[in-house]
């Protein structure tokens, strides 16, 4: 079922691997027509140039209308959420152009034409916040999402708009859609499913570097990952997103984007999922003990969900791959985020501490010197300006309104 929806461009051009033969961006795109001729010529067959002829102005009228951008509903590309990725390695090379089909910058005075954008995991907690912005700028956007984790409560204040879907679906079985970007923020078993023309931005996490050797974490380090520990699953499996990511780029000109996203918190997120903030706000706020893990001096940076959402948005309408590092490089150990929610929540808090799970990371924390040159971004919410907008939704969700 999935192979069938998977590509319906033709027949597969040769690997990557065959020989260097194969390249989905030509370089030169006027360089087979010289051959051609040649080989025409040569052989005494313009016949056959002419055929040529006739074949490439019939493919070009059929891709040109995906290639403008004038248009909302032409320039949109035809995105199947169906492909397996060795299908998607298949398709050919003018799928997309690298820059500009899908956002990009608009010049001084001209509108910026709404997009459509779909945003896998929009009813998640950073999901729903870039869902946000995205309504607000003027975007329509569909979310697809399975609710295991992510709420329809989150985008509940978008079903009124008609410039906004929500569909129930799991990302792992094929969808077909048509938008211009994807933000690929779900989180499923297996990753990247969609065939392309649009741009695809991978959320990948900080996770990668594993319990990293080098301190702050530069998009250069390679990670010290334990491949077969408790939490491989999820790093080793983002790692992996990661290459099938950029293997998508180099193998099937598919326009992609790379974030590693470090520890984020604000309303909306998980009450219960075992996230340190989320923890501890849960526990100040409900009298409980704040359970500090380990000897609590291992340490986090952490941002605010707005700024990662600016991050965000800065890496999708720009002009480079990364991956990028989108966190707050302000950083704590548990034991001083302990304090922070101490001071805003109650002073009278107490600390537990507890044993730390296996292989939990020493220290981490971002180098944004790449997302600051190359996006022009940089994270704005100190953590003690963020935590209590954080509470306060927490307060809602875990009392009731009345109490809020
Ligand atoms: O109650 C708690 C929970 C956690 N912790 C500690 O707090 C630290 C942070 O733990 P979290 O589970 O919040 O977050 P982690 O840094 O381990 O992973 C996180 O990082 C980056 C994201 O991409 C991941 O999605 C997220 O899991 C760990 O050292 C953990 O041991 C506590 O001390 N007490």
Same mark, same amino acid.
């Given at each position: 079922?999935?192979?069938?929806?998977?590509?319906?461009?033709?027949?597969?051009?040769?690997?990557?691997?065959?020989?260097?033969?194969?390249?989905?961006?030509?370089?030169?795109?006027?360089?087979?027509?010289?051959?051609?001729?040649?080989?025409?010529?040569?052989?005494?067959?313009?016949?056959?140039?002419? #055929?040529?002829?006739?074949?490439?102005? &019939?493919?070009?009228?059929?891709?040109?209308?995906?290639?403008?951008?004038?248009?909302?509903?032409?320039?949109?590309?035809?995105?199947?959420? &169906?492909?397996?990725?060795?299908?998607?390695?298949?398709?050919?090379?003018?799928?997309?152009?690298?820059?500009?089909? #899908?956002?990009?910058?608009?010049?001084?005075?001209?509108?910026?034409?709404?997009?459509?954008?779909?945003?896998?995991?929009?009813?998640?907690?950073?999901?729903?916040?870039?869902?946000?912005?995205?309504?607000?700028?003027?975007?329509?956007?569909?979310?697809?999402?399975?609710?295991?984790?992510?709420?329809?409560?989150?985008?509940?204040?978008?079903?009124?708009?008609?410039?906004?879907?929500?569909?129930?679906?799991?990302?792992?079985?094929?969808?077909?859609?048509?938008?211009? /970007?994807?933000?690929?923020?779900?989180?499923? &078993?297996?990753?990247?499913?969609?065939?392309?023309?649009?741009?695809?931005?991978?959320?990948?996490?900080?996770?990668?570097?594993?319990?990293?050797?080098?301190?702050?974490?530069?998009?250069?380090?390679?990670?010290?990952?334990?491949?077969?520990?408790?939490?491989?699953?999820?790093?080793?499996?983002?790692?992996?997103?990661?290459?099938?990511?950029?293997?998508?780029?180099?193998?099937?000109?598919?326009?992609?984007?790379?974030?590693?996203?470090?520890?984020?918190?604000?309303?909306?997120?998980?009450?219960?999922?075992?996230?340190?903030?989320?923890?501890?706000? #849960?526990?100040?706020?409900?009298?409980?003990?704040?359970?500090?893990?380990?000897?609590?001096?291992?340490?986090?940076?952490? /941002?605010?969900?707005?700024?990662?959402?600016?991050?965000?948005?800065?890496?999708?309408?720009?002009?480079?791959?990364?991956?990028?590092?989108?966190?707050?490089?302000?950083?704590?150990?548990?034991?001083?985020?302990?304090?922070?929610?101490?001071?805003?929540?109650?002073?009278?808090?107490?600390?537990?501490?507890?044993?730390?799970?296996?292989?939990?990371?020493?220290?981490?924390?971002?180098?944004?010197?790449? #997302?600051?040159?190359?996006?022009?971004?940089?994270?704005?919410?100190?953590?003690?300006?963020?935590?209590?907008?954080?509470?306060?939704?927490?307060?809602?969700?875990?009392?009731?309104?009345?109490?809020?």
């Amino acid at each position: 079922m999935a192979s069938e929806l998977t590509y319906r461009g033709g027949a597969a051009p040769g690997s990557a691997s065959d020989g260097g033969e194969y390249s989905p961006k030509p370089s030169k795109p006027l360089s087979w027509l010289t051959r051609a001729a040649r080989y025409a010529a040569a052989e005494h067959r313009p016949v056959f140039a002419l #055929a040529g002829m006739l074949l490439a102005a &019939a493919l070009f009228s059929l891709y040109a209308p995906s290639a403008s951008s004038s248009d909302a509903s032409s320039g949109r590309a035809v995105s199947a959420a &169906a492909a397996t990725f060795s299908h998607l390695s298949s398709l050919p090379s003018s799928a997309s152009s690298l820059h500009g089909s #899908a956002g990009g910058k608009v010049p001084l005075g001209l509108r910026r034409r709404a997009l459509r954008v779909l945003v896998t995991g929009g009813a998640g907690f950073v999901g729903s916040h870039l869902v946000d912005r995205l309504v607000e700028r003027g975007d329509s956007v569909i979310v697809v999402d399975n609710f295991f984790t992510g709420r329809k409560d989150n985008v509940a204040h978008h079903l009124a708009n008609p410039r906004f879907e929500v569909i129930r679906h799991d990302v792992v079985e094929p969808i077909l859609l048509e938008v211009d /970007q994807i933000y690929h923020l779900a989180c499923p &078993a297996s990753p990247v499913h969609y065939k392309i023309g649009a741009r695809f931005l991978l959320t990948s996490t900080s996770e990668v570097y594993g319990d990293p050797l080098q301190h702050p974490q530069v998009e250069t380090y390679w990670g010290n990952v334990n491949p077969i520990g408790v939490r491989s699953c999820y790093d080793e499996g983002k790692r992996t997103a990661e290459t099938l990511t950029m293997d998508y780029h180099r193998g099937a000109n598919l326009e992609v984007r790379i974030a590693r996203i470090f520890n984020t918190y604000g309303p909306r997120m998980c009450i219960d999922d075992g996230r340190v903030v989320s923890n501890f706000v #849960a526990q100040a706020l409900r009298k409980e003990p704040l359970t500090v893990y380990g000897d609590g001096k291992q340490t986090r940076s952490f /941002q605010y969900v707005s700024d990662l959402v600016e991050g965000l948005m800065s890496l999708m309408e720009g002009e480079h791959i990364g991956p990028f590092n989108l966190g707050n490089p302000g950083e704590f150990t548990m034991l001083e985020l302990a304090k922070v929610v101490q001071d805003t929540i109650d002073p009278n808090a107490r600390i537990e501490f507890r044993p730390n799970t296996a292989d939990d990371p020493h220290k981490r924390k971002p180098d944004i010197t790449r #997302a600051k040159e190359l996006l022009g971004w940089e994270p704005k919410v100190p953590l003690r300006e963020g935590l209590p907008l954080m509470v306060t939704d927490f307060r809602k969700r875990i009392f009731g309104d009345q109490e809020a």
